[in-house]
């Protein structure tokens, strides 16, 4: 049973570019969450995804958006890079089904963005 | 791999010690807490969890901690070990928001 992947694992932009980060769910989970993590810091959570809208959203400007698939993965969209947004993405799936979201949240390994 | 937390502040407990890792949380509304484990380049694991009506819950090596008066949560480790060398945050919740509010983590460094 694969656990949360996501791709790619490393990418370098340049600033004013733009990224696209990649989320597959726990298998059976319909549930997505992204939380940016910088260096030394704990996550922070920009938005969350179900039934393919966001349902929730962290203090992130309109330039992060995100989608969800009928097949319940996900994307996240970074427009007009900058400097600062330099970190380590993480998804998190989990199996809420509109409920609040339990323990069991499980993280990907994360996509490490470099924004130079 | 990835450094995770290279200014957090560190814990250096010797093989087979206890362990405490301490967390302020922020908001007293705050109904449900989790502590995760971060290693060098993964993601969070999910370790133990506690809802605001309990004082104290135990897991397999790991006890968790909640003062809500002085909004605290501890996670005590028995028998550290050197796979236990990690970050750990702690995580809170609150009934009306699926979001988790993360804790700027404490690094475990195991020596033996």
């Known amino acids: 049973d694969a656990g949360v992947t996501q791709s790619p694992t490393h990418l370098i932009k340049t600033r004013g570019q733009q990224v696209t980060l990649r989320c597959s769910p726990k298998?059976?989970?319909?549930?997505v969450s992204w939380y940016q993590q910088a260096l030394g810091q704990g996550p922070q959570f920009i938005f969350q995804?179900?039934?393919?809208?966001?349902?929730q959203r962290g203090n992130f400007p309109d330039r992060f958006s995100g989608h969800q698939f009928p097949n319940y993965s996900s994307e996240l969209n970074v427009n007009a890079l900058l400097l600062g947004d330099s970190a380590l993405y993480l998804c998190?799936?989990?199996?809420?089904?509109?409920?609040?979201?339990?323990?069991?949240?499980?993280f990907g390994e994360g996509s490490r963005l470099t924004v130079l | 791999g990835e450094n995770v937390g290279l200014h957090l502040p560190t814990l250096s407990v010797q093989e087979g010690d206890n362990s405490i890792i301490n967390c302020a949380y922020s908001n007293s509304a705050s109904d449900y807490f989790i502590w995760y484990k971060q290693e060098s380049g993964k993601g969070p694991q999910f370790i133990i969890d506690i809802r605001s009506n309990m004082d104290k819950r135990q897991g397999q090596r790991v006890t968790v901690l909640l003062n809500k008066t002085v909004k605290h949560l501890s996670l005590q480790i028995a028998a550290t070990q050197p796979g236990d060398s990690a970050v750990y945050f702690c995580?809170?919740?609150?009934?009306?928001?699926?979001?988790?509010?993360f804790g700027t983590g404490t690094r475990l460094q195991v020596f033996p």
């Open positions: 998190a799936s989990s199996l809420a089904g509109g409920g609040r979201i339990t323990g069991e949240l499980f």
């Open positions: 995580a809170e919740n609150t009934w009306d928001t699926d979001k988790l509010i």
């Open positions: 995804y179900y039934e393919e809208e966001e349902r």
């Open positions: 298998s059976g989970h319909d549930t």
